[in-house]
């Protein structure tokens, strides 16, 4: 099995809907406190829901769309809290960045080709630089795609850990790539924050001109076990403070809250959810 897919089902936290009840109350009571009863709300990458009781949800707001590029994700969460059936409730598959599941086998392929010739013996310094080319070609790509999820067709929005996500794969696989070595290496990384600047930008741009009056954007500040900024998070953060002074947005609250990510192993985030308004 690839890499790439090895690391998707990891991805996959069985206890995440127990463990989470709290943090999903209390996120999901917030989100109602902020957005008026019977309008619209989009939730972005919404995948299984773990962290949203869609139920509630659903009898707060008029209509409710769930985004993400898992289909059976969401449509897992409709079964999980029943609303398989509702019409109050849909669904809508669509790619954030247009680095899809191949582009990452792709890049773990050729990462675990080139370990496989030499073993522990592999030259860090050419494998980066095969790395680096395939980021590359990537970046070269994603600069001629045109990212459009419409205009001001959502009238509230709801944003929860996705900019994390975005492209997180390329780092978690040259990451395991480095510890099968035992070796170290900043360059291929300092790479994919340089990628990551330029994904979440083009995916807040499409966010902010898809939301017509106000969003939530929640985003880990730091993690439990882990010292520094959380890719993409951070690249969020940083350009939500730059659309303010711009005038794109303005931050009526802020507010944080712990989500408790995987209690058998102790690791938890502390999230900043903001609460933008939309000022185009």
């Not at 943090?23 to 919404?46: D, E, N």
């Not at 978690?172 to 930008?201: A, H, M, P, S, Y």
Request: net charge negative.
């Amino acid at each position: 099995m690839n890499v790439y897919d090895q690391l998707t089902q990891l991805q996959i936290l069985e206890h995440a809907f127990v463990e989470w009840k709290d943090y999903r109350k209390a996120l999901t009571y917030y989100i109602m406190s902020q957005f008026p009863a019977k309008s619209q709300l989009a939730i972005w990458g919404a995948g299984r829901c773990n962290d949203l009781d869609l139920k509630i949800l659903s009898e707060h707001f008029g209509v409710i769309c769930l985004l993400d590029k898992d289909e059976s994700a969401m449509k897992e969460a409709l079964k999980q809290y029943g609303l398989a059936e509702s019409n109050k409730v849909q669904i809508k598959v669509c790619d954030f960045t247009f680095i899809g599941a191949e582009a990452y086998r792709t890049y773990a392929d050729i990462l675990v080709t080139e370990v496989r010739k030499e073993g522990l013996k592999t030259n860090i310094h050419q494998l980066a630089d095969k790395a680096l080319c395939y980021l590359d070609n990537v970046e070269m790509d994603f600069d001629k795609s045109q990212l459009d999820l419409g205009t001001k067709c959502y009238e509230y929005a709801v944003m929860i850990g996705v900019h994390s996500q975005l492209i997180s794969m390329f780092d978690w696989i040259w990451q395991v790539i480095l510890q099968t070595l035992g070796q170290e290496d900043e360059i291929v990384r300092q790479k994919i924050i340089q990628l990551n600047e330029k994904v979440v930008r083009k995916f807040n741009v499409a966010f902010w001109k898809a939301t017509k009056y106000k969003a939530i954007v929640g985003c880990e500040l730091n993690k439990s076990n882990q010292v520094g900024s959380i890719q993409g998070a951070i690249q969020a953060v940083e350009q939500i403070e730059e659309e303010i002074l711009k005038g794109t947005v303005k931050r009526e609250q802020t507010t944080y809250l712990e989500w408790p990510f995987n209690k058998s192993q102790g690791v938890s985030y502390k999230m900043q959810l903001q609460v933008l308004q939309m000022n185009q």
